[in-house]
């Protein structure tokens, strides 16, 4: 046996980032950019009103009380023609450009309009409410770096360039296919013997939950061919492919063998000390180094090894620098039996933050490696070391699946 580690090293030794291109700004949401933009344009590029009011000039409200001429009306997407004088204010919106002459604006709450004049009880300061050109960003400032993750202020901020696309590393395109004769390749009646896909629904899912895009490669039957025929077209088409099942020591689990033949030299089948998830192939083929990720056909050993060694890979592909999901610490409220095997456990839990502002562990699911249905709505993976059953009040690392869910929802 290997441990979870150098299982994870092994494979992230294997991968590298794909090669950058231009994307579309909405293909590029969640991508992670290849080159450094700078500003081509400051923003704002003209003085603008930051509040609905009049413009004027701070001077003539020196004395604390001042009554101003409105001369104009100016809304945002227009150009007043006034060059204000002393004693003239301007009507002007949020956005609007501050006219010739003025120097500040006082926002509408604070005036009170009489017709053709506006008065205004206080002193107002120059600049006051106005937006000066570059106040966010000027020309030549760096906007992106190489490496930041795309995320919808980066992509806001691009097209406030007027930029359409951006060179970033593209989503990777990752496939997944199931094996087992008894997997079921209609929704009809089931055949004795015969049981559902869960984990290629699973393992499509989870790819996109991931950021990269799914391809469904289908069901391969227990022969070392079918399997060989499906996993080389599957990487013909994709960066990257999942397949569940047949890595065991069964005497059909021809995947490991195969991922062997493909991957040569750099393939390997190993058990790893985890549980669930013991069995894992790996192995990345052609020039281009496509990895294949082997995973158990057990649905909790599929979701555990997909977590562990596949999901940071594809994020690795993906060119992202953090390639890890959150992990916390979280005191327990239940107790996490387990006895020692020299694994370490991986146990779906449900935690939320607790009134202390310590995240609490709080129910844990059924554990079995069949077990879909108890991991559903698990918002954690605990992690138990070898030795050490978890009691009340302990501490675990978690794993955290959605930081949405660990909030209270109370
Ligand atoms: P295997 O890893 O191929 O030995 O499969 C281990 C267990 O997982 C067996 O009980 C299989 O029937 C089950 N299994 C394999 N593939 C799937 C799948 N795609 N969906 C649901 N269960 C599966
Ligand atoms: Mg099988």
Known sequence: MISAAAARQFVLDAVRPLAPCALDLDEAFGCVAAEQVLARESIPGFANSSM??????AEDTASGSARLTIVDAVMAGDVSRARLAAGQAVRIMTGAPLPDGADSVCPIEDVVVEDTSVHIARVVTKGACVRYPGDDVFEGQQLIAPGVALDAPAIAVLAGQGRTTVVAHRRPRVGVISTGNELA??????????????????????????????????????????????????????????????????????????????GGSSARSVQV?????????????????????????????TRVGFELFVRPALRTLAGHAVIDRLRVPAVLDVTLARRSDAKLHLVHVWAEWGDDGVVHVRDTARQGSHLLHAIVGANAIALLPDGTAGAVGDLVELIVLDADRLARTA
């Open 185 to 262: 390749r209609s929704s009809g009646p089931l055949a004795a013997s015969q049981i559902r896909d869960t984990n290629r629904p699973l393992l499509l899912a989870l790819v996109r939950e991931s950021g990269c895009m799914a391809v469904d490669l289908g069901i391969a039957a227990d022969t070392y061919d079918e399997i060989r025929q499906r996993l080389t077209d599957g990487l013909a088409i994709c960066d990257a492919v999942i397949s569940t099942g047949g890595v065991s020591v069964g005497d059909v689990d021809h995947v490991k063998n195969v991922i062997g033949e493909l």
């Open 273 to 301: 000390a985890i549980k669930p998830g013991k069995p894992f192939a790996f192995g990345v083929v052609g020039p281009d180094h496509r990895p294949i990720f082997g995973l158990p056909g057990n649905p909790v050993s």
């Open 52 to 57: 609905d009011g009049f413009a004027l000039h």
